[in-house]
């Protein structure tokens, strides 16, 4: 018994690694030719640098103004981020306590919306957004669609975990003299902690990273996130593969830094929310 359950352990470990490796692959061979030259790339993808070449970096960095884009992607996805988790949570909090017809009928309606893909939105969004309100070409309206198109899964979330939230937390606090609206910032959004961090981590993945709504909305270079920068290397007939490894490096590095120190927060709000 004691042979078989080690020859199963070593097996599970072979196959996790097996995935594991699947998994980095891509990643260790983008990081790789991003320190080649285009010659090398060209001829050989596969083989590991001759020597360190970080002038990709620098070129990159310059020709895709990586100071202004990464503002551009901070502040897009810092405040789309906190608006999706601070209203969809207050939001998914008045349909739990507030339980009426109207507050079932819209918390379905917002649960519906997730089944809606975005290419069925996106021509009247454009013109709508575009062609009468000629609103494009705006961060502000970007972080505003987000909020609207990340709300439902947030708010779906939200409502599950503050259900089982005992309610007289809520009438102990109330009964010392807190409003509705200190209970729930006091009380009640401590508590959705784990679920808030797990949103914000899988939100910020979405928005740090998204192409097809950006390109859409902002029009101006100086308005361009990182992957609408990182596209720009990208021309009718070429590209420059170094360049474009080397700013697909420093696009993914920044959040990749967050989600390793936070994805133990990640697991305990996944954890969290299948429990409750």
Same mark, same amino acid.
């Given at each position: 018994?004691?042979? %078989?359950?080690?020859?199963?352990?070593?097996?599970?470990?072979?196959?996790?690694?097996?995935? !594991?490796?699947?998994?980095? !692959?891509?990643?260790?061979?983008?990081?790789?030719?991003?320190?080649?030259?285009?010659?090398?790339?060209?001829?050989?993808?596969?083989?590991?640098?001759?020597?360190?070449?970080?002038?990709?970096?620098?070129?990159?960095?310059?020709?895709?103004? +990586?100071?202004?884009?990464?503002?551009?992607?901070?502040?897009?996805?810092?405040?789309?981020?906190?608006?999706?988790?601070?209203?969809?949570?207050?939001?998914?909090?008045?349909?739990?306590?507030?339980?009426?017809?109207?507050?079932?009928?819209?918390?379905?309606?917002?649960?519906?919306?997730?089944?809606?893909? +975005?290419?069925?939105?996106?021509?009247?969004?454009?013109?709508?957004?575009?062609?009468?309100?000629?609103?494009?070409?705006?961060?502000?309206?970007?972080?505003?669609?987000?909020?609207?198109?990340?709300?439902?899964?947030?708010?779906?979330?939200?409502?599950?975990?503050?259900?089982?939230?005992?309610?007289?937390?809520?009438?102990?606090?109330?009964?010392?003299?807190?409003?509705?609206?200190?209970?729930?910032?006091?009380?009640? +959004?401590?508590?959705?902690?784990?679920?808030?961090?797990?949103?914000?981590?899988?939100?910020?993945?979405?928005?740090?990273?998204?192409?097809?709504?950006?390109?859409?909305?902002?029009?101006?270079? %100086?308005?361009?996130?990182?992957?609408?920068?990182? !596209?720009? +290397?990208?021309?009718?007939?070429?590209?420059?593969?170094?360049?474009?490894?080397?700013?697909?490096?420093?696009?993914?590095?920044?959040?990749?830094?967050?989600?390793?120190?936070?994805?133990?927060?990640?697991?305990?709000?996944?954890?969290?929310?299948?429990?409750?």
């Amino acid at each position: 018994m004691r042979t %078989s359950r080690l020859w199963s352990k070593i097996a599970k470990w072979i196959a996790l690694f097996i995935v !594991f490796c699947v998994f980095i !692959f891509p990643l260790i061979l983008v990081l790789v030719n991003s320190l080649k030259p285009l010659t090398d790339i060209i001829l050989n993808p596969l083989s590991w640098p001759t020597s360190w070449n970080f002038v990709n970096y620098t070129d990159a960095f310059n020709l895709m103004d +990586f100071p202004d884009a990464f503002l551009n992607s901070l502040i897009i996805t810092v405040l789309s981020v906190s608006l999706i988790a601070i209203g969809s949570s207050m939001t998914a909090y008045l349909f739990v306590r507030k339980k009426s017809r109207l507050t079932t009928l819209l918390f379905y309606f917002m649960v519906a919306s997730m089944l809606i893909p +975005f290419q069925a939105v996106m021509i009247p969004l454009l013109q709508i957004y575009g062609a009468d309100l000629h609103w494009l070409n705006n961060k502000w309206i970007l972080i505003y669609m987000y909020l609207g198109f990340g709300a439902s899964l947030a708010v779906f979330f939200y409502h599950g975990v503050i259900k089982a939230i005992p309610i007289e937390l809520e009438e102990a606090a109330m009964i010392d003299g807190a409003s509705r609206v200190q209970t729930f910032f006091r009380i009640v +959004f401590p508590l959705l902690l784990p679920t808030t961090v797990t949103l914000i981590i899988l939100d910020s993945l979405w928005i740090w990273n998204d192409y097809l709504l950006p390109s859409l909305v902002l029009q101006s270079p %100086s308005q361009r996130t990182l992957p609408l920068s990182t !596209f720009s +290397f990208y021309t009718a007939y070429s590209a420059n593969f170094g360049d474009v490894m080397a700013a697909l490096v420093m696009t993914a590095g920044p959040l990749l830094i967050v989600y390793l120190f936070l994805q133990r927060h990640i697991i305990k709000g996944i954890m969290a929310g299948s429990i409750k």
